[in-house]
């Protein structure tokens, strides 16, 4: 299966692509992961953590950049005169390419390369999916005695969680601390657990939270 990594050359939270990079090597077999070789961004830590993960890479940069050893095309391809409409081949040659294309965006901002990419995606039917810095919350689950990790995710809704943000800062409070006592209060506080379990005031996308 090949995954397309995409997404603006300013996005920082590498963070979020090193665990996606460990669900991937986890949950899946016969991964490729794919990017557009741009030195910054999603692309940039794409790479650094495929590789640090030892899944196999390819990637398609621009062909007025110089071949390497991760390039899928062949080395006449580049070295050309530079020429913005590179990039849109690239992008095209991309989404061809793989199975499946992820779009990391800062705050859901979709900057125009990704945008070109996605665009060729909906008008060949190929399957993507948007992560913003807030969409997911990656919970590690130890078990100390079999010297385990797992990963695991779960959607948060954005609003909310600015909000959290905004507080967390200024009661210092961290997530890691809502999430365990949360949970502690879950599995032995009855009250606290049913109360949980009528809430029923969090919509989003016709889902419920």
């Not at 590498?14 to 077999?29: A, D, G, P, S, Y």
């Amino acid at each position: 299966m090949k995954i397309a990594i995409i997404g603006s050359r300013t996005y920082t939270n590498k963070t979020q692509i090193k665990n996606f990079m460990f669900r991937l090597k986890m949950e899946h077999t016969g991964v490729e992961v794919v990017s557009g070789g741009a030195k910054d961004g999603a692309d940039k830590y794409a790479k650094k953590y495929a590789l640090e993960f030892g899944l196999k890479y390819s990637e398609f940069p621009p062909q007025h950049e110089s071949h390497n050893v991760h390039c899928v095309l062949e080395a006449y391809n580049y070295g050309k005169p530079y020429g913005v409409g590179y990039f849109h081949k690239r992008n095209k040659d991309l989404v061809k390419y793989s199975d499946k294309i992820v779009a990391f965006c800062k705050d859901g901002e979709i900057t125009k390369g990704t945008k070109s990419a996605l665009e060729y995606c909906k008008k060949i039917n190929k399957k993507f999916v948007i992560l913003s810095w807030v969409w997911y919350l990656y919970i590690h689950i130890y078990k100390d005695k079999m010297k385990e990790e797992k990963l695991t995710s779960v959607k948060v809704i954005d609003e909310l969680y600015k909000k959290f943000r905004e507080k967390s800062i200024r009661d210092d409070f961290s997530l890691q601390k809502l999430v365990n006592r949360s949970i502690d209060l879950f599995v032995y506080d009855e009250e606290f657990a049913k109360k949980i379990m009528d809430y029923d005031n969090l919509e989003e996308s016709g889902s419920k939270y």
